[in-house]
């Protein structure tokens, strides 16, 4: 079945096209992740989510992690709504953004290094009315030093994607 979904559409003709070409290099250069390997660990990952429904809010806290992509890409295709958070927040912080994305999980980071885990949340299940359900949430405070949510469909990450790339002269 093919994906409405503009983001995931361009992520299949990237796949494609560059398979098992390096997408992420570590720290001193060595390919951490292929395409084909983001793919894999995409798959990987969505099996972890099965048991979110569509709509819930997922955090993402797991800073500059090689399966961000991989992450992103799954919770895209079940529809769950990502909500990045930086590995420097306090945990009051933390929990303020939690409470108002109204999220269910977090996705965190382990000591160990090996891949991020999942946490769920001892919250209610309800799944919260983002009117057009976006695809990511992004913390604010904006002028008024009070955090919102700002909505991110994927429309407008992909449009965010395509003006990285040209600026940076990326095909």
């Known amino acids: 079945m093919k994906s409405e979904d503009p983001l995931l559409t361009a992520w299949d003709k990237t796949l494609l096209r560059k398979g098992d070409r390096p997408a992420i290099l570590d720290p001193t250069g060595k390919i951490a992740r292929t395409f ?16 979110f429904d569509a709509g819930e809010v997922l955090a993402v806290q797991i800073g500059n992690h090689e399966d961000w992509p991989s992450i992103l890409v799954a919770c895209l295709r079940k529809q769950l709504v990502v909500l990045p958070l930086e590995k420097s927040i306090n945990d009051q912080q933390r929990d303020a953004a939690l409470k108002i994305c109204r999220a269910t999980a977090v996705v965190s980071a382990v000591a160990s290094g090996n891949s991020p885990e999942i946490f769920r949340l001892r919250t209610a299940d309800t799944t919260a009315d983002w009117d ?28 965010d994607c395509d003006q990285i790339c040209d600026t940076m002269g990326i095909s």
């Open 132 to 159: 057009r359900q976006p695809s990511l949430l992004k913390l604010t405070s904006g002028t008024t030093a009070t955090p919102r949510a700002i909505r991110f469909r994927s429309r407008h990450l992909l449009a």
């Open 36 to 51: 084909r390997q983001i793919e894999e660990r995409a798959r990987h990952f969505a099996a972890k989510i099965d048991i």
